[in-house]
């Protein structure tokens, strides 16, 4: 079965710096998902990726996905407190209308 | 504004009891999806339904149910056979017509507490 994996499980960065979030798969990738989540609350769908060498952004907020559709990253540039949250990545199982989930990253922004 | 409600947002239970989860969208998707979510350990699918009046089990489908007698509602029963069923859950959206790959839209989550 296709899995995900995420890394770091946690990180704590001081405000202003970059990070970078990764996300693994054990299968080629069809559909990538970037979501944020606060605690207790919905997911907030971020980006989608489809194509080997894709890479898309929206604001400070960068996600691409390595040419093999295995890989994909995340990356905050200048980090801001509103930027703490929990970050999922999902994906397409191919072939069905069903969707997978990494176990997330858990990011905080220290002031 | 289109998009997914759930309530109630806190619910909780007695042992022995059940419980329904209410799910209603109104952007027109075609399939909709209840996850469960535990510390450390993402989001896992309990059902889905890719159309009106059929619904297929996900990884932890057992002392849970579901009906899709409407296009824009899922309501998830909790019953007394789920061991465990303290936890946040999920419900989620997505149309399954146009673009081959499509995002899934979440409500705001229920958090269930068994007492």
């Known amino acids: 079965s296709q899995e995900l994996e995420q890394s770091p499980q946690s990180l704590i960065v001081q405000e202003g710096k970059n990070l970078t979030i990764n996300c693994t798969s054990s299968k080629t990738l069809y559909g990538l998902y970037w979501y944020k989540q606060k605690y207790g609350e919905g997911l907030i769908f971020l980006m989608m990726l489809q194509k080997g060498g894709e890479e898309k952004s929206h604001e400070k907020i960068t996600a691409k996905l390595d040419e093999k559709k295995q890989q994909s990253s995340l990356h905050i540039t200048a980090s801001q407190p509103s930027h703490a949250g929990i970050y999922l990545c999902g994906a397409d199982i191919a072939g069905t209308y069903k969707y997978i989930f990494g176990t997330g990253t858990r990011l905080k922004v220290l002031a | 504004d289109g998009g997914i409600t759930q309530s109630p947002k806190y619910l909780f239970r007695k042992e022995g009891q059940n419980v329904t989860l209410s799910c209603e969208q109104n952007?027109?998707?075609?399939?909709m999806y209840w996850y469960r979510q535990d510390p450390g350990q993402g989001l896992r699918l309990i059902y889905y339904s890719q159309i009106v009046n059929d619904f297929q089990k996900g990884d932890i489908a057992e002392g849970y149910s579901v009906s899709r007698e409407k296009k824009e509602s899922f309501p998830l029963t909790v019953t007394s056979a789920q061991k465990n069923p303290t936890a946040f859950y999920l419900c989620?959206?997505?149309?399954?017509?146009?673009?081959?790959?499509?995002?899934?839209?979440f409500g705001p989550g229920t958090r269930l507490t068994v007492l």
């Open positions: 989620a959206s997505t149309s399954v017509s146009g673009t081959e790959y499509n995002e899934q839209f």
């Open positions: 952007l027109n998707h075609d399939a």
